[in-house]
């Protein structure tokens, strides 16, 4: 598997959704104040909680108009729409880190 750089940029977060796939996996979806999301998942590969995931609930309750760092990969994919194929950016957070 490719190992990619890590992307990193100081954001406020404006929502946050959890949410479930299909299989039954958690994530996070986040959005920051220029409408971009990225996604947070609860789980490794292994099972044990991610560094995001423990990271978002150290944030607590007032996680809506938070300023933090985040560190993510960012991978262009696509998916079939009802009008074609729609392009979009998958943004996975790796963790999250304190701002000054």
């Not at 947070?40 to 938070?66: F, R, Y």
């Amino acid at each position: 598997m490719e190992q990619r750089e890590l992307k990193k940029k100081v954001i406020t977060i404006k929502s946050a959704e959890k949410k479930t796939t299909k299989n039954g996996k958690e994530f996070f979806t986040i959005v920051d104040e220029n409408d971009q999301k990225y996604k947070v998942w609860k789980s490794k590969q292994d099972g044990s909680n991610s560094k995001a995931w423990d990271g978002l609930q150290a944030l607590g309750l007032s996680i809506i108009g938070s300023t933090v760092g985040v560190a993510y990969n960012e991978e262009e994919k696509e998916f079939q729409g009802d009008n074609g194929p729609v392009k979009y950016t998958d943004r996975g957070v790796a963790f999250f880190e304190e701002v000054a």
